[in-house]
């Protein structure tokens, strides 16, 4: 039965990936950090970086309402990834004059603020825009859901690149899902259809779910549930939709392993999809 989509509470779990994330650089050597990522042009020592400017930039911004001089980020989707990256750059390379252990331990200081933050706000009310679920301003928890999503893809690609496990227990992998389906009804804006569509995404796996965007008359709204009444249904593996959606998985590569009964139409939207901001070059 479809419900609204539910509040996503992932400060407890932050705290773990953030713990193991730190333990994990303090084991890795000189070759493992300096081991290229899926992040073009940075290594793993680069990312870790990031994640650090990621940290300072947040509490900056959100704990302490820190405007940089200069002009704000743009509206449209497209600009924001390019400004995001012409900062990133700039960071990753100042940063590349900073000792892993001092970046190691920087990045456990800024983790307990960061968590101290976000335990100290209403989750319920509005934080900041989260440019790819919408242009409204989103509420703290996901805000949070966002951070914590960002921190995990990151970790997640830098296990990729040395060939070590990752964090793929359900625990982590179910609210990294609930987090990227915020991100689909955005892609379903533009498409007309009438009132009660509805496109089913059936999320095989350990940490699987069902969710659904369904058009009303406000435009597409996300749920969750399992419903046997939808005009279109896919059905993909975890790993799949939390690659695909945060855009470690190409869209060419995607499309075959994602089973679409139904108007094919309805489909389409879903490929657009995105809860990331990605990096590009």
């Known amino acids: 039965m479809l419900r609204p989509a539910t509040r996503i509470d992932v400060l407890s779990i932050m705290d773990q990936e953030r713990a193991e994330f730190v333990r994990f650089l303090g084991s890795l050597s000189d070759e493992d950090r300096a081991t290229p990522t899926a992040c073009e042009g940075w290594t793993v020592d680069d990312v870790a970086v990031h994640l650090l400017g990621d940290d300072l930039f947040f509490l900056s911004r959100c704990r302490d309402g820190y405007e940089a001089p200069g002009a704000g980020p743009p509206q449209d989707l497209d600009e924001v990834v390019k400004w995001l990256n012409e900062i990133n750059e700039r960071w990753v390379g100042a940063g590349r004059r900073l000792s892993p252990r001092l970046v190691a331990d920087l990045l456990e200081v800024t983790g307990r603020l960061v968590s101290e933050f976000l335990t100290s706000v209403d989750p319920a009310v509005p934080g900041e825009v989260v440019s790819w679920a919408g242009p409204q301003t989103s509420p703290w928890w996901l805000v949070s859901a966002r951070e914590f999503s960002e921190r995990w893809v990151h970790h997640q690609q830098i296990r990729d690149a040395l060939g070590r496990p990752g964090l793929n227990g359900p625990s982590f992998v179910a609210p990294i899902l609930a987090t990227a389906m915020h991100g689909v009804p955005s892609a379903y804006a533009d498409l007309d259809a009438p009132e009660e569509t509805t496109v089913a995404i059936d999320v095989t796996g350990r940490a699987g779910y069902s969710w659904a965007v369904r058009r009303e008359a406000q435009g597409w709204k ?60």
């Open 222 to 281: 996300l749920y969750e549930g399992l419903t046997r009444d939808a005009t279109t249904r896919l059905t993909l593996a975890q790993d799949t939709a939390w690659r695909f959606l945060a855009r470690m998985l190409p869209q060419s590569e995607a499309r075959p392993k994602v089973t679409i009964e139904g108007e094919q139409a309805y489909a389409e939207p879903f490929f657009d999809a995105v809860s990331a901001i990605v990096r590009r070059r």
